[in-house]
Every structure is written in C-alpha cells, then in structure tokens.
C-alpha cells in the first residue's frame, strides 16, 4: 500500500505529538526494530578480523604482521613472528594456542583467516601451499626428530633432475607414522616416511626444515630409486654437478648397514671416481667390462683448434680410439654442427673416433661392443695380448 506524503503543518498550528507504534498522517504502523543481542562475553575480536589487512596476521596481540612471509619480520616483531617466519607460515597447533591462546586460534580458523591443513597443522594464511610450505607440511606432520631427506633433501641441497614428488622424510626408528599423512589437504604432494636406526648428526644439514647432507641424500634416494638406472643416473648427477664427491658418498654408505643396493651404488661410485659423469657414460663403461675390452680414460680433455678445451667420453690413448655417446640433446641442430666440427678435427688429428646414441648402448649393447671391438683391433688391439 503507497504512503501517504506528510503534509506541512500551518504556521501557528500545534504539533500532535508522536505516539510510539501510531502513525500521525494516517499511514502504516512502523514496524518494530527487535533489541540486538548482547555480544557474548570473551576475547575482543582483532582488528584485521574486521577490516582490511593481512590474513589473520596483522593486529593480534604480539604480532607486528607478516607481509606475505617474504621479508623479514620488524625489529619489534614477537616470537609468533618469527616462528611464521622461520616455519614458512606452518605452525602446529600446539605452537600457535602456546603464543595466541585457543580462542584467538579457533577464531582465525572459522574466520577463513587461517587454514586448517590437517589435524595439528595450521596455515598463517588462506591460499594455496607454496613449495616451502609443503616441505614444512611434511616435517611437521611426521613428528618430532623428521628431516628431509633422499631426492627432496638432494634438490634443496641444488641438485638438478631429480624426481619433485613425493616428499622424503626420515624419522628415528622408534617413532611410528602419523595418522595425519593420510588426511592432507589436495595442494599437497604425497609424503614418504622411512624410518632409520643411524641418522648422527654429521649426516644433517641445517637449513628450513632441517635435512639430510647431500652425500646422505644421494645414498638414500640411491637405494630408494625405482629402478637401477635412476640410481646411478643419480649418484652420476650429484657428482658431476659439483653438490658432493664419490668419496663423500662412499663413506656415508660405510656408515649405512642396511643401505640398500649397496653393490651397485660402490661400483657406480668407482665409475664416477674414474671420470665418468652421465648415465650413459656409465652404461659404457659397464659395457665394456662386461664385453672384456680394455677400459677407456673417460673425460680426458684436449684442445679444439679455436683454443676451447673440450672433453672426451671415452679415449683409448695407446690406440688413438674415440668414443663419444650422444644423448638427445646432441640432436639439436646447433649441437649437431659442433659435434661434426670436432668430430673433423679429431680426424684431421689422425685418431679414430666411433659415435653412438645413448639408447642404442643400453638396448642393444653386443652391437656397440662389436663396433668398438673393431676398431680397437684396427688400431692395433689384439684380444690375447
């Protein structure tokens, strides 16, 4: 129904006073505003609850704020904030209720503040898990004592083309898997928890999370590989991008009883200690010891014509005899021309050289080995000698 328009009142003329719930001009009853509910006694609600802000961070008693966990906290900065800092912004809820209490906590977690990862794990924030806090995430939820270890320990440590997921962590053997591994949330990676009786502390490396050293990294994610070939392509990785040594290796495998695959990681290990640096350059020379032939020098550098030094795969120095095997990446065309440029250049020399795809060595070996056997005898190389 249309109000109806308030009418002036003449000048001179008196006011009616306005009832409560009468309407003077004749129109609707207004309606009647229920009393808002008293607020429940409690803690008082922070500030970055109510307007704009960092997620659950800024405005919390003792805390300064956290922009993003990217730079360092302030001068002033609480313990909270520094254990966010420090943690990646992954806080048991132990640790959280000990410096805010477990109202505030709740509060932040119903808010959409804070994430609840898991069962005992909280998240400073709302969004997706960046890589360092899923390594966090793992530690954390494994128990007190885990570390990062194997291939995940490895690629922190900067090695290179190692398998991202799952994690690896190790704990002490008198601990037992948590529950909460089962519960993670979809933006985290799967989580491997090995147990170990030796874990001393020359075999960790402090870091955020802690982890194992590289050697020990690379011995476990050696004897946890899926097949052999990732094992030595691993240990091959780890030495010839500089991270550890073959001596280093070796003596954490002394230290490990139960290391598994152990022959093969030792005998991969005297390959890399005898220059080899690749997997397929591993495949060589296990082929050439299973076909009986001479063992080669691996890596021995020469000097190209433009002054460049460069290195060779495999060479037979008494007889003049090269091997260079190919990987896919000396298909590119760019590649492709230098290796025929030196490949003219060794000729021009007058050493031999013989070239072979990486696969063809690990797929049909008798072949590479007939080859190789030729031109070893051609330059010289008699069997029975």
Request: proline letters at 8%; aromatic letters at 4%; a positive charge.
């Amino acid at each position: 129904m249309p109000v109806t328009p308030r009418q002036p009142v003449p000048s001179g003329q008196p006011v009616t006073p306005r009832q409560p719930g009468i309407a003077v001009d004749g129109g609707q009853r207004p309606r009647q505003q229920s009393p808002k509910p008293p607020r429940r006694p409690g803690l008082p609600r922070p500030a970055s609850l109510r307007g704009p802000g960092l997620p659950g961070i800024s405005g919390l008693p003792g805390l300064s704020g956290l922009p993003g966990l990217s730079g360092l906290p302030a001068e002033d900065a609480g313990e909270l904030d520094w254990l966010a800092f420090e943690q990646a912004g992954v806080l048991t809820s132990g640790q959280a209720e000990r410096l805010l209490g477990r109202g505030t906590v709740r509060g932040l977690v119903r808010s959409g503040r804070w994430r609840s990862l898991c069962r005992g794990l909280l998240l400073t924030g709302n969004g997706r898990l960046t890589r360092d806090q899923q390594l966090w995430v793992a530690v954390l939820v494994a128990g007190q004592g885990a570390v990062l270890a194997g291939a995940t320990a490895a690629g922190e440590a900067g090695v290179r083309g190692l398998r991202r997921e799952p994690l690896h962590v190790l704990v002490p053997a008198a601990r037992r898997a948590s529950t909460a591994l089962r519960r993670l949330p979809l933006d985290m990676p799967a989580v491997l928890v090995r147990r170990t009786a030796v874990l001393p502390e020359s075999h960790l490396q402090l870091g955020r999370p802690t982890r194992t050293t590289t050697a020990r990294a690379l011995a476990d994610a050696a004897g946890w590989a899926r097949s052999d070939d990732e094992a030595r392509s691993i240990l091959a990785a780890g030495c010839q991008q500089r991270r550890t040594t073959a001596g280093e290796i070796r003596a954490v495998a002394a230290e490990l009883p139960k290391l598994c695959r152990r022959p093969l990681i030792l005998r991969t290990l005297d390959d890399v200690e005898g220059g080899a640096q690749a997997l397929s350059e591993l495949d060589f020379v296990a082929l050439c010891r299973r076909f009986r032939l001479p063992a080669p020098d691996l890596q021995q550098h020469r000097v190209d014509t433009s002054g460049r030094r460069r290195y060779l795969d495999a060479y037979w120095r008494r007889w003049r005899l090269h091997v260079e095997v190919d990987g896919a990446h000396h298909m590119d065309v760019r590649h492709w021309a230098a290796d025929l440029r030196r490949q003219n250049e060794i000729w021009i020399a007058g050493d031999r050289i013989l070239r072979f795809p990486a696969f063809l060595v690990r797929s049909r070996p008798a072949e590479v080995a007939g080859q190789v056997r030729a031109g070893l005898e051609a330059a010289g190389w008699r069997a029975d000698a």
